[in-house]
């Protein structure tokens, strides 16, 4: 093989700056290189076992190693994935290859997978790569060659999104596929009125999951929408002056039967759950109304719940009650028959000048007189014990919940809050989202929310109002 470099490649112009665009033969010189970085999820290893037709060697939870499919599934994944998505792209054509497997791998682990040029043939336009991956201790795993047949033509692609494999619920179904084989349900929109709210409504009815009814003022839901070409053909809409008045309407379609469920728009939160929590609303239970992240974390094997991080500032003890029996309905609708229960604080001891751990303390043995059922509860957990039978094991701790913990109750909503938006940001955990103890559930969008998390909100609730109608709150 020709080892001279080539010409650099000459800029080329995409009308999609976002798209995956290939090097031809002739822009690839030796000592070009690529990579790819990503970490091996419980649920990267599940969907590897149904394409192999077995199941993972090992278990689901962080520091399992499982070597059949960490090997041969997911490192070498990687490597052909970036060499059709980066070095060269789309078009390439692997010829042969001869890795060799020096480490396990395990969930958890984050591998670093790089492609180097070190050959390339003129005459059949193949080029020979080295190949490893390294994972988050800089440890080989996988190192050898591959020899590809480079493309021969400009190919650029959009972006394609990856087919959904993230397990939301306990019963190995997603939330999109469980709330659309139950069909639509009616909800009202809260003032729409920006492009992301309307939008995520728009979208959420072609996934089958609502029938929007679009409370807010007509005339500026017709201007936002052929601002953001957005199709409002066959959508109700229920003209109102202003957010407060539809509010207010929304509550008013709620309670009097006219749709199964609310989703904030453009408005302020605080707005709408003041026309929700009000005396005269009809929108209250026996309840105490609280919010519910249902999160999956690349790094935890099981879907779990933290609650409150949206509606209680500072709950008391018999509100916490409340927002803990809320979490157990959520549970079980979404498939987990006995749900275990976290009461967090920062110790794991019962500490009078702690009020988190005297309420903890306060919850269990409320479960344990029956006062909170459906559920196993224990507490207090610092969120290292809750979540890591490790750290529980070195600490002594012996529960049915430290560990493998379904819901975790936060001591206040600033915690919550601040928990779930870092396992999203910084941990790559995905959400949904619903409010529930009311008449009906409420999806509280954000306008930073991703379209995965509002669709998959719709979804939560969709299953919530279903339920509802079979054992109404």
């Known amino acids: 093989m020709d080892k001279t470099p080539t010409a650099a490649p000459a800029a080329t112009s995409r009308a999609d700056p976002t798209a995956v665009c290939n090097k031809r033969f002739d822009e690839i010189s030796v000592g070009d290189s690529a990579t790819i970085t990503r970490r091996l999820r419980a649920e990267d290893a599940q969907m590897l076992g149904a394409l192999h037709g077995c199941a993972p060697s090992s278990g689901t939870t962080p520091g399992d190693a499982s070597p059949g499919l960490g090997h041969d599934g997911w490192g070498v994944t990687l490597i052909h994935a970036v060499l059709n998505t980066r070095l060269p792209g789309p078009g390439t054509a692997c010829i042969d290859q001869s890795l060799r497997f020096l480490a396990p791998v395990a969930i958890g682990d984050t591998l670093a997978a790089s492609v180097h040029v070190t050959d390339r043939d003129a005459a059949t336009q193949r080029l020979r790569f080295a190949c490893r991956c390294v994972n988050q201790h800089d440890a080989v795993v996988i190192e050898g060659t591959i020899e590809v047949q480079a493309p021969a033509q400009r190919i650029a692609q959009a972006p394609g999104q990856l087919p959904e494999t993230r397990v939301l619920d306990r019963s190995g179904q997603s939330l999109l596929e469980r709330a659309r084989r139950l069909g639509p349900i009616r909800v009202a929109v809260v003032h729409p009125c920006d492009a992301a ?23 500026k839901l017709e201007q936002i929408s052929r601002a953001a070409a957005l199709d409002l053909a066959g959508i109700s809409i229920d003209d109102v002056p202003h957010s407060h008045a539809a509010a207010a309407r929304a509550v008013e379609l709620a309670t009097g039967g006219g749709v199964d469920a609310l989703m904030k728009g453009s408005l302020h939160t605080d707005e709408l759950m003041t026309a929700v929590i009000a005396a005269t609303s009809g929108m209250r239970t026996a309840r105490r109304i609280s919010h519910c992240y249902l999160m999956h974390s690349p790094a ?3 879907p779990f719940i933290i609650t409150d991080g949206a509606v209680n500032i500072a709950p008391t003890l018999e509100e916490k009650a409340d927002i803990v029996r809320n979490a157990i309905d959520l549970a079980h609708i979404v498939g987990v028959a006995l749900p275990r229960v976290a009461i967090l604080a920062a110790v794991e001891t019962v500490n009078p000048r702690m009020q988190a751990t005297l309420d903890a303390a306060a919850l269990c043995k409320m479960a ?14 610092a969120f290292d014990n809750a979540i890591s039978v ?15 913990a379904d819901i975790l109750l936060v001591p206040d909503l600033e915690s ?6 870092q396992l999203e940001y910084l941990g790559g955990a995905t959400s949904a989202a619903v409010v529930m103890g009311a008449r009906v559930p409420i999806v509280l969008t954000s306008r930073a929310d991703s379209r995965e998390s509002r669709i998959a909100s719709c979804a939560l609730a969709a299953l919530v109002a279903h339920h509802y109608r079979l054992s109404p709150p």
């Open 300 to 302: 935890y094997p099981r």
């Open 390 to 404: 490790a750290a529980a094991k070195i600490k002594g701790i012996v529960s049915e919940v430290a560990g493998r």
């Open 197 to 219: 709210s309307l939008g995520a409504a728009l979208e959420a009815a072609r996934e089958g999951l609502i029938e929007p009814v679009l409370v807010a003022p007509r005339r």
């Open 416 to 421: 919550g809050n601040m928990l779930a938006k």
């Open 368 to 381: 344990d007189r029956g006062q909170i059922t459906g559920a196993v509860l224990d507490g207090p957990l």
